[in-house]
Every structure is written in C-alpha cells, then in structure tokens.
C-alpha cells in the first residue's frame, strides 16, 4: 500500500529518543513559550482526563502518569511533524530561529 504520509517511522523514533534526552519537562515548556494555543489545549486537555479518571477512584498516581502520557505523545507528534516537515522543505535541519 503506497501513502502520501510524510511523517516516518525514523521522525517518530528520533523525537521520542528527543523527548527521553531533552526531557519532558523542558520540551513542554519550549512548547509554551513558542505555540501557546497548542500547549493550553495540550495541558488541559490531559488535565480533563486526569479529573476523569479521579472521578472513577484511580489512584493518584494512575491518573497523573497518564497525563503525562498524553502530553508526552503531543509533544512526539509535534517534534514529528517539525521533522517532516523539514525535510519537505529540504532543510538539512529547522532553521536556528525555531526552537525544537
């Protein structure tokens, strides 16, 4: 089966090793610098299923990781995509002035 999809298996793998390097943390806090609109969605939105998932009586900790796990899969799309696209754009690498 042939795609159009641009994104590959290597961007994925490169922006999770990222994510484990740079840690989650920090690439969250770029995000919120640089995309607002998308980090306010990004953290409410794990926010919501974590209240969710409080609702049911899931411990704590439960709860948090799999908010965490939400953002963390966010921010691998994201870091993908930006990959992707720079080699659509034939860029070696983004450009200095982007931050991821």
């Not at 994104?7 to 995309?35: C, H, K, P, W, Y």
């Not at 794990?46 to 953002?71: N, S, Y």
């Not at 992707?84 to 860029?91: M, Q, V």
Request: hydrophobic share 40%.
């Amino acid at each position: 089966m042939t795609t159009d999809a641009t994104i590959t298996a290597d961007d994925v793998a490169q922006a999770r090793a990222r994510v484990r390097e740079e840690g989650f943390s920090n690439l969250v806090e770029m995000i919120g610098q640089t995309e607002p609109e998308l980090y306010d969605l990004i953290v409410s939105t794990g926010q919501q299923i974590a209240g969710k998932l409080m609702l049911t009586e899931t411990p704590k900790v439960i709860c948090r990781q799999a908010a965490d796990d939400l953002v963390e899969t966010a921010l691998i799309v994201f870091l993908s995509l930006q990959q992707s696209h720079a080699r659509l754009w034939s860029w070696e690498k983004p450009p200095e002035e982007f931050p991821f």
